[in-house]
């Protein structure tokens, strides 16, 4: 079968290669083998490949972490999936792979709906979810500000906090996105800047604002800080902006604000698997009704590896890779 892995980690344009691997084989009790369909290339992905991430798979290895597929073999004991069926790729299994070994506990048929945007339910509608709910326990009609309010996990973030009753400040670092981000829904939507909390202030009413999701780091830390409540939480899960964030002790200090970090491996990892498909069961109609959707820059074969990377590095939209 083939896949895409790589043998050394470094550009991701040039240590990728499609390989031909032996068949995954008949699965196991309690496993299913999974034909892919679709599997989007994350920043997350570009950073594990450059050997720059929290995570160093073992070498040689077959890359991705989410996607979405047929199912083609299923082993004894699995009752709740059948041939035929869509599933995801459990995160954070090997998916750019023609066929995926997988176990199927907490794995569920998936309904119908685009198969590029179920291909994205992996990992930035529940890191948006998680972090929305597993910090703080937000009252119906509280604000939340996050900025990186354009990327897959911003415009995930959206429509789920909507879905809780939550109202949104997204902020964003281009004036012509802001159009589009209200479009699906923002609240209140702002370029960044130092006046933000201003602005924000102005915007809501000056309404406390209990939690910040920062996926930018540099001065934007800086600027989401300013916008917090009295003993307010920030929450990093990125910093895209490559740079180190600034956060002003006085803060922290003089108004007891808190700062977390949030990684979607350590989640999985103390989950049980009915708090896994629980969430996936909350998330996956957000998804398949279009609620929550993100661009698509462009799909690819296995083949078109070295062209799909240089797309997903230019950040505008999703590059999905597709078997073959």
């Known amino acids: 079968m083939q896949a895409i892995q790589i043998e050394a980690f470094g550009n991701p344009a040039e240590v990728l290669k499609v390989v031909e ?71 954070p299994a090997p998916a750019w792979a023609e066929r995926i070994r997988a176990d199927a506990t907490r794995l569920r048929p998936l309904p119908s709906g685009d198969v590029h945007q179920l291909a994205m339910l992996g990992i930035n509608p529940p890191t948006a979810y998680l972090m929305l709910t597993d910090f703080l326990s937000l009252p119906s009609g509280a604000w939340v500000i996050q900025n990186s309010a354009n990327s897959g996990v911003g415009r995930a973030l959206i429509p789920i906090a909507k879905s809780l009753g939550l109202k949104t400040v997204s902020v964003v670092r281009r004036e012509d996105v802001v159009a589009e981000i209200k479009a699906i829904g923002g609240d209140v939507v702002l370029v960044d800047g130092p006046d933000l909390a201003k602005r924000v202030a102005t915007e809501t009413g000056k309404a406390p604002i209990a939690l910040a999701i920062d996926g930018v780091g540099d001065s934007a830390t800086t600027n989401l800080l300013g916008c917090l409540a009295e003993k307010g939480v920030h929450v990093f899960y990125s910093t895209i902006s490559g740079k180190p964030s600034v956060v002003p002790a006085a803060q922290l200090i003089f108004r007891d604000i808190s700062m977390r970090g949030f990684w979607l491996a350590h989640w999985f990892n103390r989950a049980k698997p009915d708090q896994i498909t629980e969430m996936y069961d909350r998330l996956t109609p957000l998804v398949a009704s279009g609620a929550i959707s993100s661009p698509i820059a462009g799909t690819y074969r296995f083949a078109e590896i070295a062209e799909a990377i240089t797309v997903a590095a230019k950040n505008r939209g999703k590059a999905l890779l597709t078997a073959g």
């Open 21 to 91: 691997l032996p068949d995954v084989g008949a699965p196991a009790e309690g496993e299913v083998v999974i034909a892919l369909e679709a599997s989007p290339i994350n920043m997350s992905d570009l950073l594990m490949i450059s050997g720059r991430y929290g995570h160093r798979p073992k070498l040689p290895s077959v890359m991705g972490t989410e996607g979405v597929g047929r199912v083609v073999a299923v082993g004894a004991g699995v009752k709740h999936l059948k041939q035929g069926d869509r599933t995801l790729v459990p995160y």
